[in-house]
């Protein structure tokens, strides 16, 4: 088994800041994705990384960074806040790009925007 | 555009009933159709998953019926239990591109004991 660590768990930033989320899978697998959760609005996805140095833009990429510094970590940014923004930032990974491959996703960044 | 649509929103069944999900879509590259299972304050866990070659897939209480040519699916939750109360998310992966998922917005099942 493997397990999907995201930093921080809670985040809470200023309109217009720049805010980094983090992500570790001890997994091995290739591909991580980033997906924002709203509240009733199911999951978007934001970026996505096939394997490592590779990014791919979502529906959801504007507003966004992301950065597969490495096989096992995937990073996201917003590069600026917007006021009273709040969701949840999952990020999940699977074993391989092609083949019908389980996504696993991690515990979730709450992001908070004052 | 919603490319996957789910209904209801949400319902509320009595323990023992059978759950019916619904789910749609719209774009012709999708072939594979996983349901994601969301208890509250936790992380999506993939429960049940079909891909175009089936028209039926079963896993204990859990069945997914699809109909491909209407680009619909259900899912089927048997002798529900309050364990069962979740959402249940419905996604859709195309046969290119990383195989990201498109989610519906999901149903909230509540099941009374």
């Known amino acids: 088994g493997g397990i999907i660590t995201q930093t921080p768990k809670f985040l809470i930033g200023q309109e217009g800041q720049k805010l980094t989320l983090k992500c570790q899978q001890n997994?091995?697998?290739?591909?991580m994705y980033w997906y924002r959760q709203d509240s009733g609005k199911g999951l978007r996805l934001i970026y996505y990384s096939i394997t490592e140095n590779d990014l791919q833009k979502g529906d959801l990429s504007e507003g966004y960074d992301a950065s597969r510094e490495k096989k096992s970590s995937f990073s996201l940014t917003v590069t600026s806040a917007q006021k009273n923004e709040m969701a949840v930032f999952l990020c999940?990974?699977?074993?391989?790009?092609?083949?019908?491959?389980?996504?696993?996703f991690g515990p979730g960044t709450r992001l908070t925007v004052l | 555009q919603q490319q996957v649509r789910q209904s209801p929103q949400s319902l509320t069944v009595w323990e023992g009933e059978t759950t019916i999900l619904n789910c749609s879509y719209e774009d012709s590259t999708f072939d594979y159709f996983p349901w994601y299972r969301q208890f509250p304050g936790k992380s999506p866990a993939l429960l049940i998953a079909i891909s175009l070659v089936s028209n039926k897939k079963e896993d204990g209480r859990f069945t997914i019926f699809f109909n491909k040519r209407e680009k619909k699916l259900s899912l089927h939750i048997t002798d529900s239990q309050p364990g069962d109360s979740a959402t249940y998310f419905c996604?859709?992966?195309?046969?290119?591109?990383?195989?990201?998922?498109?989610f519906g917005t999901g149903t909230t099942v509540s099941v009374s004991p």
């Open positions: 997994f091995n697998h290739d591909t």
């Open positions: 999940a990974s699977s074993i391989r790009q092609e083949d019908y491959a389980e996504q696993f």
């Open positions: 996604a859709a992966s195309p046969y290119q591109g990383g195989r990201a998922l498109i």
